[in-house]
Every structure is written in structure tokens, then in C-alpha cells.
């Protein structure tokens, strides 16, 4: 599979080949529905936490007679029908971590960065630096390469100034090609790579294994 490159300005000047392993593999809904379940249930901290009426402090006396008083039975203070009293099946600290397989992971993103590639929502570009921090001035890259209001900007290694050009863009976010993952692909329409960036997903993508058996048989 080839992918157009382009300037910041907007012009295709050249093209990359890329994998078809990694760029133009089957969409499975399932796995990426996984995948991105396992990695936002990771993303919790689980640490919401209450107390039980055996936790809360208080005195456990009975608070007045059982009969005759003409009011509902009632046991201490810290009954969880009182106003400061436990909480009856509140939340307490848990793990919520789901393991996914590797393989599974590695999957989902080929089918992500694979429907992106069909859908046209992959732009390559020649190179992308910048001189000093421009908020400005990546806006208007983003323009001419018809970002919109989403995008997702990978690198290899994301300099300082790229870091401080981008932050302050709403629905944009700058993220070095080895940390790439389903959320982020999920959440922002347009995918701009770098070449370098573009060939090190590539590789990091892809099962050498599996690749390596599908050119054997082909």
C-alpha cells in the first residue's frame, strides 16, 4: 500500500509504501471494542471508597426505647438511615485492571490505523518541525493539511517546541509513534504522521511471524 506525502503546506510531493499487514487488515469490531474496554477500565484508579455504619464513628447505643414512644424503632446513630451513618453497598477501593492479550492489542490497532487508511484519514508529512513554539503557526499546518477540529499528531520523538506548539489546540494532540493506542485513534478523526513516524508504526505494528508466513505463502 502506498501513502501520499505532504508538505506542510498541503502539496503531495512524493509517496510511501507501507504495510498491508498493518495498513490493510480486515476491521474486526470486536476486538477493538475489547481492546478499548480493557484499556480505559486500566485508565481507573479505583480508589472511590465509603464507609460501612460498622466504619463511621458514633456511639452504638441504642437511641431510645423500642416501644412506647410513639416513634419508629431505631437502632445507634449510625443506622444508614441517619444523616451522617453508613453507607449500605457504596463503593470501595477495587482493581479494575483487565488483562488483553498481546496479540489482541496489536490487532486492534492495525484495524484502526487500517480503517483510517481507507477512509482516507491518514495524512503523511514530509517533516514537521518547528523553530520556536507557534501555537499560530501549527494551527495553520493543520488548516492546509484539513485537520478540522480533530487530529492526532504523531512523531518519532516530539520536540519541545512541537509540544508547546500543539498543547493549547482543542482536539488535537501530539503523541510519539511507540505510544500510539486505541483511545487516542478512537477519539481524534484525522491521523498525521510523520514519514518517520509513518515507517516506525510500521514496524512496531507489525507480527513479524504472521507477516513473514503471509509473504511466504503468497
Not at 25 to 42: E, K, P, R
Not at 84 to 102: A, C, M, S, W
Not at 182 to 202: G, P, Q, S
Request: with cysteine.
Amino acid at each position: 500500500m502506498e501513502l501520499p506525502v505532504y508538505t506542510v503546506s498541503g502539496e503531495v510531493v512524493d509517496h510511501i509504501e507501507v504495510s498491508d499487514y498493518v495498513f490493510g487488515a480486515t476491521f474486526n469490531q470486536a476486538v477493538v471494542h475489547q481492546a478499548l474496554t480493557a484499556q480505559l477500565a486500566n485508565a481507573r484508579q479505583g480508589t472511590a471508597s465509603t464507609k460501612t455504619r460498622g466504619m463511621v464513628s458514633g456511639s452504638s447505643r441504642k437511641l431510645y426505647a423500642q416501644k412506647h414512644t410513639g416513634r419508629a424503632r431505631a437502632g445507634d446513630i449510625k443506622s444508614p438511615l441517619r444523616r451522617g451513618g453508613g453507607i449500605v453497598f457504596g463503593p470501595h477501593p477495587r482493581d479494575y485492571r483487565q488483562t488483553l492479550p498481546k496479540k489482541m492489542r496489536r490487532m486492534a490497532i492495525r484495524c484502526l490505523l487500517s480503517a483510517k487508511a481507507r477512509d482516507g484519514e491518514i495524512t503523511t508529512l514530509q517533516e514537521l518541525s518547528l523553530a520556536e513554539p507557534k501555537t499560530k503557526e501549527m494551527a495553520r499546518i493543520l488548516a492546509a493539511l484539513g485537520a478540522g477540529l480533530s487530529a492526532l499528531v504523531v512523531t518519532t520523538q516530539p520536540s519541545e517546541n512541537l509540544i508547546k506548539s500543539t498543547r493549547n489546540i482543542a482536539g488535537v494532540k501530539l503523541t510519539p509513534a511507540r505510544l500510539l493506542n486505541v483511545v487516542d485513534l478512537l477519539n481524534h478523526e484525522k491521523l498525521i504522521m510523520t514519514v518517520d513516524a509513518a515507517r516506525e508504526v510500521d514496524e512496531l505494528w507489525a507480527d513479524k511471524l504472521a507477516a513473514g508466513a503471509g509473504n511466504a505463502t503468497a
